[in-house]
């Protein structure tokens, strides 16, 4: 996996170079990059970071502390819990260290034998931290991966007590010291939120900060970094004795069988609200409209994801999805009257996976639609006949399992906002493109946020008084729970940056546990809400369903 061209040998000079103090100034400049490990192992999770990290072309330095991890410390019951703990989730799992880096490979017995060597970035995978004393700093600092300002197995146990104590948000960081622990400088930052379960919370931190070093290099290849954002608090902490490790195992268990009965015997319903106000006025915080609720389809389904069709008033796009049927999504077109009475309804389309999301928006005189279509594997551009009805594929944009997409024209550009499947509700990814149906482009510091609170696009983005804004979910507290009106302040090829206007909650009426789209409808704004209610028969039914498939 590590062994790449061109990239191997650069590994042995760096190693050679801390064992003799010799660095060849003549070479070619290439970072280098020295890992700091305490253990005979890595961690999945670790691994995906080298294998960025490797491609990128730095020369790479295991660096061993062989006596700072004692094995006998593992045995005991702390030692046993944590293991049980990392043993859970796939990403945390102990793997050997690759061929080329036990090639590359320096045991130090002290600190300071590493002033010998000209280091430009130490990246810290220890499990225990401690203060090192350096005399000779690497060139851009030792990095950290931090969970709510906690690092190796500490972090580990902070994600632990998070989830068993009902935490939806973890803080999530890659930090700059000078001694791996006092005076942390974060380069990168955001926020992840917490999943059903204890294992489905852990993959979704660690794989999606797998990246990050990667990120924060390719910065300083840039020229641009890295950049420090902030300070953050030290992150010398001690791990937690045995009897807290298990307090915590066994609250979060607790805690996984109650989400798995939400889960079970409660229906999420969604449904669509005409707002009597247009989309800019919302930014406002006094701004509460009453929507106009459609009527809602039948029992066990329900209408969402609502964009209008433009040029045609009173009519929408949006999914539709019946959960007694197949629990697939498809896409219908709605005429209303702004009175709530019955809805006309008729397929627009329909394929053999799930549809949602049918974002539309015009261009020389002609409508599109950009729906979502993750399950398929790529991003269709559609659009609609003369007469404004059928809708019919013209190009295929990305084949990357795009979710929410949304696109818009700023400065000569067409920019196109996602997240992709593996973390839909943290990681903001942006392409753009000279041509709408392109090719396009990723942009260069590709996933450009990760913050469960405003990354996954959530409706219209509008220009308002000379300035663009984008509406965002807000799926901290739950998925869709409520909406973040971002104001985008820079975008190009290299950057991206926005702030956060105003938090919508879900608006009055009988849908009040989340809201996830807001779009643009001339004078009016449509938006979509949801509730929970009782669906044990639902639940039987999926039981004898699966008991007459098993027979």
Known sequence: MFETEGVSGHGIVAAEAVRTGHHDDSQERVLHLAILCDRETIASWQEQSLDRLIGSGCRITLLRFPNAWEPEEDRTFSGSLIRRLKNRASTLRQRAFPPMLRRNTVDLTDATELD?????????????????????????????????????????????????????????????????????????????????????????I???????????????????????????????????????????????????????????????????????????????????????????????????????????????????????????????????????????????????????????????????????????????????????????????LLEVPAVDPVILRHADRWWLFCTLIEHQNSDLHIWYATSLTGPWTPHANNPVKTDVASARPGGTPFVSGGRLYRPAQDCSMTYGGALSLMEIIQLDEKHFSERLVRRIVPPKGPYRDGTHTLSACGARTLIDAKRYHFAGTLFLRKVVARVRGIR
């Open 116 to 204: 010998k060597a000209a280091i430009d970035i130490m990246l810290d995978f220890r499990s225990r931290m401690t203060p090192l004393k350096l005399d000779r700093l690497p060139r851009y600092g030792i990095w950290t991966m931090t969970i709510d300002h906690a690092a190796g197995d500490a972090a580990l146990l902070a994600v632990l007590d998070g989830f068993a104590t009902g935490r939806r948000v973890f803080e999530v960081a890659l930090v700059s010291t000078a001694d791996a622990v006092s005076d942390p400088r974060v380069l990168r930052k955001g926020t992840i939120g917490s999943e059903e379960t204890l294992e489905r919370t852990l993959n979704d």
């Open 206 to 396: 660690y794989d999606a900060v797998s990246g990050w070093p990667f990120l924060a290099l390719r910065l300083i290849q840039q020229g641009q970094g890295p950049i420090e954002t902030d300070r953050a608090p030290a992150l010398l902490r001690a791990n937690k004795p045995a009897a807290g490790i298990l307090s915590g195992m066994l609250r979060s268990e607790l805690r996984r069988a109650t989400n798995l009965m939400k889960r079970w015997f409660l229906f999420e319903t969604w449904n669509i609200g005409i707002c009597d106000v247009p989309i800019e006025a919302f930014l406002d915080p006094a701004v509460d409209p009453d929507p106009v609720w459609l009527k809602p389809p039948r029992k066990y389904s329900y209408y969402a994801d609502p964009f209008p069709v433009p040029d045609r008033d009173g009519e929408l796009l949006c999914e539709f999805l019946d959960a007694t049927t197949d629990y697939k999504g498809r896409i219908v077109r709605i005429g209303w009257d702004g009175s709530g009475n019955d809805p006309k309804v008729s397929d627009a389309i329909d394929r053999a996976y799930h549809l949602s999301y049918p974002y539309q928006f015009t261009d020389g005189g002609q409508t599109f639609c950009l729906p979502e279509a993750y399950q398929s594997g790529r991003l269709d551009l559609l659009t609609a006949d003369a007469e404004g009805g059928a809708l019919h594929e013209v190009a295929t």
